[in-house]
């Protein structure tokens, strides 16, 4: 497995904090992540029953067979044991004694935030960025690396993406969805979920998807939650400060990964991808997920949103960096045209205050400024310079 952007970020928390808990979805590569930068800590994995059972029984009798420390693996599995952890690092006040991983489940995560609160650094862990794909082969094409998704055992094992995301989805499915919420009906959360991945890049109407798939407002509203708490989306909020024209507040929706939306949507080959009606949201989604892994791998929260106003005046991505706004447009056409500017320009326009003057992600090859907005592949140029 090749050495993950966040281990520096992990390593630096470790010196600095007696617990790291690092969450993330399920096959991210949590696991692989710690055990390859603390080899030398104990390895526990509380998703076995037989561990999970002794550490039960008698928590305090086994931290004390592990008095430095360990790697403590699928922590959501036995939350109790965080009290006790509390304890032991309370009484030894020493950083670098706990590596906590865990899919991160509203309970869980609260639970560590209340009873680790100022004793463990909290970090995400992603699947693969575009960066670190590059160990596997330098270029990539931006439609099949959609289809191919980021999972870490895809890429390491040349697993085929139709068959890996058939089980991902039925063990999310069956595992963690039934274990947050009561599902009368897997069928009508299967359905809610290919209406979702086809409006990737939309503003959620919450209405909209209810007459669709047939459940209340309220339903859409707890499934969505569910989705965020698993690390299956996340939403991208609209930015609205400074601004003197009325703009929507309602967030748009991502899904983590772009391998397993375009299998939700039946999409199997990039030339199948590159041709769908989707193509542009899957491209954008492809995109905005590089800026969330580059702040999340820093540990920094992602200041990311949107613009667009009453009159459709859009732009796809504001990053939020040493307090200044980076208005992003991201087209999936490999031909530059200056429509593509107008979204950054009004942006600028509306602005009340300053403005970074903006970048364009498209999918040519060519690289330049026009009116003082440099345009950029992301897969030749990156992201690096933006933040």
Not at 171 to 199: C, M, P, S, W
Not at 333 to 348: D, S, Y
Not at 351 to 373: A, H, L, Q, S, W
């Amino acid at each position: 497995m090749i050495p993950r952007l966040i281990s520096d970020e992990l390593q630096e928390a470790f010196k600095e904090y007696p617990v790291v808990t690092v969450f993330g979805p399920r096959q991210s590569g949590k696991t692989t992540l710690v055990r390859m930068n603390f080899p030398d800590k104990p390895y526990y994995s509380l998703e076995e029953p037989d561990v999970r059972l002794a550490v039960q029984a008698d928590p305090r009798g086994f931290l004390q067979g592990i008095p430095e420390g360990a790697i403590l693996d699928e922590v959501q599995r036995l939350p109790e044991l965080l009290s006790y952890i509390q304890g032991v690092v309370d009484a030894k006040s020493q950083s670098g004694m706990f590596i906590l991983t865990g899919s991160h489940q509203p309970e869980v995560h609260q639970a560590v935030s209340q009873t680790l609160a100022g004793r463990t650094a909290i970090l995400t862990l992603l699947p693969f960025s575009v960066g670190e794909l590059k160990s596997y082969r330098e270029k990539w094409d931006p439609f099949e690396l959609i289809v191919t998704g980021m999972f870490p055992r895809i890429h390491e094992e040349g697993l085929k993406p139709t068959r890996f995301f058939n089980g991902y989805l039925q063990t999310y499915v069956e595992r963690d969805v039934r274990a947050l919420i009561n599902l009368k009906d897997l069928r009508l959360f299967q359905h809610f979920l290919i209406l979702l991945a086809g409006r990737i890049g939309q503003v959620i109407n919450y209405a909209s998807l209810s007459n669709d798939v047939g459940v209340s407002s309220t339903t859409i509203k707890n499934w969505i939650s569910v989705l965020k708490a698993s690390f299956i989306i996340v939403e991208l909020p609209p930015f609205f400060e400074n601004i003197g024209k009325r703009v929507i507040r309602s967030p748009k929706i991502y899904f983590t990964d772009t391998g397993l939306a375009a299998h939700l949507l039946g999409i199997v080959t990039g030339d199948q991808a590159s041709r769908d009606p989707l193509r542009g949201g899957l491209y954008e989604n492809l995109v905005i997920l590089e800026f969330f892994k580059a702040h999340l791998n820093s540990g920094k929260r992602p200041d990311l949103y949107f613009y667009r106003d009453t009159h459709g005046n859009e732009v796809d991505l504001i990053v939020k960096s040493r307090r200044k706004l980076i208005p992003i447009e991201i087209k999936s056409a490999a031909t530059f045209t200056p429509q593509f500017l107008k979204g950054i320009e009004r942006f600028r326009k509306a602005m009340e205050g300053p403005c970074e003057k903006g970048f364009v992600f498209y999918g040519g090859d060519r690289r330049m400024t026009v009116r003082d907005i440099q345009v950029l592949n992301m897969f030749t140029d990156g992201i690096r310079e933006i933040l």
